[in-house]
């Protein structure tokens, strides 16, 4: 099975197209537009260039019915977030609320997380400040900047679990 390619489509770099197989859809990325790997920093809004392995997918069974999927499901609750605090052990890394240091909330309420597929940045292991919470998720309906994710509308998001295999991966490439 092919990796999944992004691709920005302007010089901005904060929308583009994700394709597998001949497949092509629209995506939002990050509104710090893409940047090598490198380069990135945690709170840039950039998405980062490079080839990332898929993780899991976090679901949000209230909202959405589990696709068929190749990858480890595991649903949301209202505790689960995410560490983005570069000073503590569990930056770029699930964490059960209430959590002390900086994080990202999982269970929210515009469904921009009602699907997540965690990519594998800056996670074996995480560097401090290189970024965290690099996902794959669910698109806002006007396809607006995300924080350094690459997102897609939900059909597209459904369809794509349902087309890769656990050892697809998505390559961000640069325009």
């Known amino acids: 099975m092919s990796d999944i390619i992004v691709t920005p489509d302007s010089e901005s770099g904060r929308t583009g197209?994700?394709?597998?197989?001949?497949?092509?859809?629209r995506c939002a990325l990050g509104k710090g537009g893409c940047k090598p790997a490198a380069d990135k920093r945690e709170g840039d809004g950039a998405t980062p260039l490079g080839r990332w392995p898929l993780r899991l997918v976090f679901i949000r069974q209230d909202h959405v019915a589990p696709p068929r999927c190749a990858?480890?499901?595991?649903p949301l609750d209202t505790g689960m977030g995410w560490c983005d605090d570069p000073a503590d052990a569990a930056y770029n890394r699930p964490v059960r609320l209430?959590?002390?240091?900086?994080?990202?909330k999982l269970w929210r309420e515009d469904h921009v997380y009602d699907l997540?597929?965690?990519l594998g940045h800056n996670d074996d292991p995480p560097v401090p400040g290189l970024g965290s919470a690099i996902f794959l998720h669910v698109a806002r309906p006007d396809f607006s900047p995300t924080e350094g994710c690459v997102a897609l509308a939900l059909p597209d998001l459904?369809?794509?679990l349902?087309?890769?295999d656990s050892k697809t991966a998505?390559?961000?490439?640069s325009q």
């Open 162 to 164: 349902g087309r890769i």
């Open 98 to 104: 209430p959590f002390a240091a900086s994080h990202e």
């Open 71 to 74: 990858l480890p499901l595991v």
């Open 116 to 118: 997540i597929v965690v």
């Open 158 to 160: 459904l369809t794509l």
């Open 17 to 25: 197209w994700l394709a597998h197989d001949g497949w092509r859809v």
């Open 170 to 173: 998505l390559t961000i490439a």
